[in-house]
């Protein structure tokens, strides 16, 4: 079973920066790919970034690869996101999802454990 919550949110001026953390509570992190979408207001959500189970490559949508960085830590069973240089239209609703590979967050294609979202706020 897998159960996700995202921590450390809020609210942060331009050029800032926020680490994002989100801890499973389930036996089984290490065994799974995990990631991060964003959905801003009255746009479709969007991948952000990817982790491989155990090896840790990474992936990025194109705009996040320059200032944000996704890590994992298997023991604490938690993946961060950590972003810097925040601008407004990082503005979202920032969601942590697992799946059994990073393909499948990536395209969505297949089954993925969602958390229920942290908000950040990048004002200008």
């Known amino acids: 079973q897998v159960q996700l919550v995202e921590s450390g949110g809020g609210l942060v001026q331009a050029g800032g920066s926020l680490r994002l953390s989100c801890a499973d509570s389930?036996?089984?992190?290490?065994?799974?790919?995990m990631g991060w979408f964003r959905q801003a207001p009255g746009k479709e959500r969007e991948f952000v970034a990817a982790?491989?189970?155990?090896?840790?490559?990474?992936y990025y949508q194109d705009s996040a690869e320059a200032r944000f960085t996704i890590s994992r830590d298997n023991a604490k069973n938690t993946v961060y996101l950590q972003m810097i240089s925040l601008k407004p239209e990082d503005t979202a609703v920032y969601y942590c999802?697992?799946?059994?590979?990073?393909?499948?967050?990536?395209?969505?294609?297949?089954?993925?454990?969602w958390g229920q979202g942290t908000q950040v706020t990048v004002s200008s």
């Open positions: 982790i491989t189970a155990t090896d840790s490559n990474t």
């Open positions: 389930g036996r089984a992190f290490s065994n799974y790919a």
């Open positions: 999802v697992a799946a059994s590979t990073t393909i499948v967050i990536r395209y969505q294609s297949g089954k993925l454990y």
